[in-house]
């Protein structure tokens, strides 16, 4: 397994000892922060990567920042510890840890969840959607025919709007639309480029998924002004390289879920591999 970028936010108190205790493993690359605020500027930062959120059941308004989490970045990984419990449920986080360096327990559950998150992806590739976009790219012409093959199976899920952004420049970053489907009053006066200030831009930096809704930042511009109701954005990226990013839109706030984005995260993975057989 390759290095695990790892997030922690704890009391000021137990910075220290978390530090010690999990900086001697080489598969882990540490970041740690001491309240809310602090955890959301690096989820935020679209030059950060985070694979797993570890976060102190003594911080502020603990409950809403991991439903806040859950929601704009649902497939972030998040593990509470709660070192005052004997045992506790983990709720919306993914696990939990009440005695976090005894036998390892910390480390043993995030590694237990990236690996089950990689179970997960392979284990996904008997879907149908994914068994779908497959058979369509073997068929499909060329570049433009493999995006908006793909454009079309995610359509088929039942999304409202769905888009296919190529990156043409890493500095600046640059993105191009090249595959839409949606109701004509969409497609007619969707955003043709992306920029680094938009939510696309922010995938392409971050290498993570992403879900924002009416008053998120950054956003797509059909979501920011109401014409759309929510947007999932997905990288679509193969062995290291980014081709461009997946958006699917749906006019109802507050329906797009974890299980929807990692679906399309399958199509995307699909369509990277395809795209880099390409000439």
Known sequence: MSTIDLLIAVRDEHATRFKEKLSTNTSLHLQIVNNKKDALDVLADRNVHTDVFVVDNGLEDVYLLITELRQKYPRLLIILVDEDADFGMPGQADDISTEPFRHDDLVNKIKRLMSDRQLETLRSDSLPAVRNIAQRLRTANGRTGKHESAVATCKDMGYDYVAYYNLETKEPIKMELRAQQGPPAITS???????????????????????????????????????????????????????????????????????????????????????????
């Open 189 to 279: 006066i969707a955003p043709k480029i992306a920029t680094a200030d938009d939510l696309m831009g922010w995938v392409v930096q971050n290498g993570q998924s992403r879900i924002a809704g009416h008053k998120d930042t950054p956003n797509h511009p059909m979501v920011a002004r109401g014409r759309l109701g929510i947007v999932a954005c997905v990288p679509v990226a193969f062995s290291g390289q980014v081709y461009g990013v997946m958006v699917i839109c749906n006019d109802r706030p507050n329906s797009l879920t974890q299980e929807n984005v990692m679906m399309i995260e399958l199509v995307s993975a699909q369509l990277a591999a395809a795209l880099s057989k390409e000439r």
